[in-house]
């Protein structure tokens, strides 16, 4: 079998992974991230943690096939730098060549982190035998990742995906990326959350009080689905509305796509059948193809923080 180290730059912590050509993951070890170093210092981490993977793995470096990257940000293919990165206020950095100094002799391959995480989903989890799968993770944002015929679709500008920047109520809610109404200013976990406090301020004797502890900074998405299984009335009125922004921003994915599955990630998608149910419920009826014998189905992640090192290690 064919081995390879997968990467995993995150804005906390950097990973790094034995993986198989079976997309097996034998290892995995991190380092915190520590924000403000410069590119290089960090490349330097990555690569001591590359070699200490394959170590680990009890694999001799010469025999590794490649090291595989997933980046926050813009990742342009072309070049080998992160264009823009703002979690790690990364402009232009030459990631791929300043790795390819520290690790000679090997083949680099980098993407963005999402992209990354939803090849490992299609290779390894849920999205496995499918040949269109679309990764849809919520989060402090929500990200993506399309994958059409069996391959990564980046766009023109290795940008594709950025799901939650397209609007589902003009001049709402404000995003985080200047504009209003953007499908991640309501459909995220950040919002969920946001959803949850507010309703909980205007419903004082909510239990949602009694599971954050009366401290409203407490409060997760994890509060507001242990109130729905109590039968909270405010936790299921807010879950009831916060389904319904992300069924809107998944029938227009579905609509213009038409995938196979959709992969939904994140610490939200731990919910289960309380999320996943009413969601298909929601597409059922307005899912432009609903008559269709053949539909798109919904599907929980698998692998977790695995699948970004699985994608990465097997990128194309």
């Known amino acids: 079998m064919k081995y390879y180290i997968g990467i995993d730059l995150g804005g906390t912590n950097i990973s790094a992974g034995l993986v198989g050509e079976d997309a097996s993951l034998i290892n995995r070890l991190s380092v915190p991230t520590i924000r403000g ?30 090291v595989g990257i997933g980046v926050p940000g813009t990742a342009n293919r072309d070049t080998g730098m992160v264009e823009y990165a703002n979690n790690l206020g990364f402009f232009d950095e030459p990631i791929v060549p300043m790795l390819e100094e520290e690790l000679p002799g090997k083949p680099i391959r980098f993407d963005n982190d999402a992209n990354a995480a939803a090849w490992g989903e299609y290779l390894a989890g849920s999205g496995k035998g499918s040949k269109s799968m679309l990764a849809v993770t919520l989060g402090t944002g929500i990200g993506g990742g399309i994958i059409l ?32 109404g953007c499908f991640e200013a309501y459909a995220s976990a950040t919002a969920l959350i946001a959803q949850t406090r507010k309703a909980m301020k205007e419903n004082r004797d909510s239990l949602l009080w009694e599971l954050c502890g009366g401290d409203l900074a407490l409060v997760e998405g994890k509060t507001l689905f242990d109130g729905v299984r109590k039968q909270d009335q405010t936790a299921q009125q807010v879950l009831c509305r916060y389904i319904e922004f992300l069924a809107a921003g998944l029938v227009d994915l579905i609509n213009i796509f038409q995938p196979e599955l959709i992969c939904i990630g994140g610490g939200i998608s731990k919910a ?21 014998r053949i539909r798109t189905r919904l599907a929980v992640a698998e692998l977790g923080n695995d699948a970004g090192l699985i994608g990465a290690a097997l990128l194309q």
């Open 272 to 292: 289960g059948d309380l999320l996943l149910k009413p969601l298909q419920e929601i597409i059922d009826k307005e899912d432009y193809a609903r008559t269709s």
């Open 149 to 180: 015929d069996g391959s990564v679709f980046r766009g023109v500008n290795y940008a594709a995906g950025e799901f939650g920047h397209f609007l589902i109520e003009r001049s709402g809610t404000a995003c985080s990326c200047g504009r209003k």
């Open 37 to 66: 170093r410069n590119a290089r210092e960090i490349v330097k981490d990555m690569a001591r943690l590359a070699k200490e993977a394959a170590a680990l793995g009890e694999m001799e470096w010469e025999d590794i096939e490649g």
